[in-house]
C-alpha cells in the first residue's frame, strides 16, 4: 500500500512524539510510534547492530499494521533514517541499515534548538548532540532525501511543520483521489 506519509526525525529530545499526534489529529490522519522508544523501555539501551536491525525490522512491521487501516495520512515519529543514524553514531556505520529504504513522502528534521531533557532512554546530550545531529544529516545526504527543517519553540514548530505538511500534501496525490 503506497498511502502518504511525513516522518519526523531529529535528535532526541526534539518533540517529535509530542507534535506527532497532534499533526495526526490536525490532518485526520495516524500516528506510527517510535518503534526504537518502546523497545528501549522494554529491553534497555545496549543498542547492538542487531538491535537496531531489529528495531529497523519491527518499526516497519508497525508501520504495515498501521496501512492496512488505510489512515488519510501516517505520521511516523522517526524511521530507517533515524535508525540508521543511531549506527552511526554507536558503531561507527550502517551497513545493513543502509540497504533498507527510506520510504516517507516527505521528512521533517527537528533541530536541537530546544533543551535536552534526560529520560533514562535518551543518551546523546551536550557535545553528543550536535554530532549525532550531523549524523542524522549525513544518513540524509548519503540517501539523497532534503528534508524540510522545523526549529525554535514547541509553537513553532508545530506551526511549521503543518505549513511543510499542507504544502506537500498539495502537490502529492492522495490513494483513490
Request: proline letters at 7%; hydrophobic letters at 45%.
Amino acid at each position: 500500500m503506497n498511502l502518504p506519509r511525513v516522518c519526523l526525525t531529529g535528535v532526541e529530545s526534539t518533540g517529535e512524539p509530542t507534535l506527532a499526534p497532534r499533526l495526526a489529529a490536525h490532518f485526520g490522519g495516524m500516528v506510527m510510534p517510535e518503534f526504537g522508544r518502546t523497545h528501549a523501555e522494554l529491553f534497555g539501551t545496549d543498542f547492538t547492530p542487531d538491535v537496531l536491525l531489529a528495531i529497523a525490522h519491527g518499526h516497519r512491521a508497525g508501520l504495515a499494521a498501521i496501512e492496512a487501516m488505510a489512515p488519510r495520512l501516517i505520521i511516523e515519529d522517526t524511521d530507517i533514517v533515524t535508525t540508521a543514524a543511531w549506527a552511526r553514531m554507536l558503531h561507527g556505520g550502517s551497513t545493513l541499515l543502509a540497504k533498507i529504504p527510506a520510504t516517507a513522502g516527505l521528512y521533517l528534521l527537528f533541530a536541537p534548538d530546544v533543551p535536552f531533557i534526560a529520560d533514562g532512554t535518551r543518551q546523546f546530550g551536550g557535545a553528543d548532540r550536535k554530532r549525532f545531529q550531523a549524523m542524522i544529516e549525513a544518513e540524509f545526504e548519503e540517501r539523497r532525501i532534503t528534508p524540510v527543517p522545523i526549529g525554535g519553540d514547541f509553537e513553532a514548530r508545530e506551526a511549521q511543520a503543518i505549513a511543510a505538511i499542507q504544502n506537500w500534501l498539495l502537490h502529492t496525490p492522495m490513494p483513490g483521489a
